[in-house]
């Protein structure tokens, strides 16, 4: 294994966790950005319910 | 190839554990965010202690001043005789109890009596100024009003509703076994992240060092992603949606999502931290093991 290769493999290494949590938080922003808009309009029509003006 | 790699796990067992942590991070980070909604939902520790803060008692009390000297001008009592009866003990107290009353709804489905702000030293003050006949309106008004006030400033929300609908929800379904249910759904993902971790175990169990690549991974993914949680959590305490329906359940809000992403970041960075470590430790072994081989 050259020296070139060898720093290559190195940096990934350190990029491994950014690359595994990628899929997770495009997940997490997909869900946010379907079901967000609707999760919120639900909670503001719930605080108005609740809450004492 | 190096020569960890090189001695024991196939390409199959490799592709296997690359899974199985992309599994235990996504289970892991998942039982870590599930665990601080549970905690905000059911723990009573944590309700009472934003009851107790410091800041928002303050607030609450100028806010209470405020409002005497207010109603003071308009109804013609002493304002200042009136404020000398409420402390910040008692607004503790009321502050404390009304948590308990919410925890309990919450975690019991059932919270007792509300809580109600004790008017003695109040309705003195207000006959008093009713036979110096400087009210100007009847002294029962005067006096429901500013126990009204006063509870709505410490507990802004409709208690009548919240008993009403959770008197409901209690008779449509099982409240009590619902909620001991949500309390057990973080154990489930831990469980679960447990099984990950130990099929990673099984298939790279000859190999130690290798696993921690992947131990690695998985743990600093899991803070990551827990971290991204955390500024979702600081976003939802700047959210102006509360603080347009009340200032005072704003404040008591952002008391709570303050102290839930102290403690969730705090967990994002040790997992960050610790997966990091395994990485490096993974890394120097590798470092060793090619010089050795090439020597």
């Excluded at chain 2, 509300?114 to 207000?126: E, K, L, M, T, V």
């Excluded at chain 2, 057990?184 to 000859?206: T, V």
């Excluded at chain 2, 959210?239 to 329906?245: H, K, S, T």
């Excluded at chain 2, 403690?263 to 990091?276: E, H, K, M, S």
């Amino acid at each position: 294994m050259n020296t070139e290769n060898k720093k290559k493999e190195g940096i990934g290494l350190w990029f491994l966790p950014l690359v595994t949590a990628a899929p997770i938080l495009a997940a997490g922003a997909f869900g946010i950005l379907r079901f967000g808009p609707k999760i919120h309009k639900l909670l503001n029509i719930l605080i108005k319910l609740v809450v004492k003006a | 190839m190096s020569g960890i790699q090189a001695r024991g796990a196939t390409k199959a067992e490799r592709v296997c554990a690359w899974i199985a942590a992309f599994l235990l991070a996504a289970f892991l980070s998942v039982t870590i965010l599930g665990m601080t909604a549970v905690q905000m939902i059911t723990s009573a520790g944590l309700h009472l202690n934003v009851a107790a803060d410091e800041g928002m008692l303050d607030r609450q009390y100028r806010q209470i001043c405020d409002n005497i000297d207010e109603m003071a001008a308009e109804y013609g009592f002493s304002a200042e005789n009136v404020k000398a009866t409420i402390s910040r003990d008692e607004l503790k107290e009321m502050n404390r109890k009304s948590a308990e009353w919410w925890t309990g709804l919450l975690t019991e489905g059932e919270g007792g009596v509300f809580p109600r702000w004790n008017i003695g030293a109040i309705q003195d003050i207000i006959y008093t100024a009713a036979e110096e006949k400087t009210l100007t309106e009847d002294a029962q008004n005067v006096i429901s009003d500013l126990r009204e006030m006063i509870e709505d400033t410490v507990f802004p929300l409709r208690e009548t509703t919240i008993t009403f609908g959770s008197k409901m929800a209690r008779d449509m379904a099982d409240i009590r076994g619902i909620i001991r249910a949500v309390r057990q759904l973080p154990m489930l993902g831990l469980a679960a992240s447990l099984a990950c971790a130990g099929l990673i175990m099984l298939l790279l169990g000859r190999e130690i060092f290798l696993s921690l690549k992947y131990y690695g991974t998985a743990l600093a993914a899991a803070g990551i992603v827990t971290l991204a949680g955390c500024i979702g959590i600081l976003v939802m305490k700047s959210d102006g949606m509360l603080q347009e329906a009340s200032a005072g359940l704003a404040e008591e809000f952002r008391a709570l999502f303050g102290k839930l992403a102290l403690g969730t970041g705090l967990v994002g960075i040790l997992l960050v931290v610790a997966g990091y470590l395994c990485l490096f430790c993974f890394s120097r072994k590798k470092k060793r093991e090619t010089a050795g081989s090439e020597a």
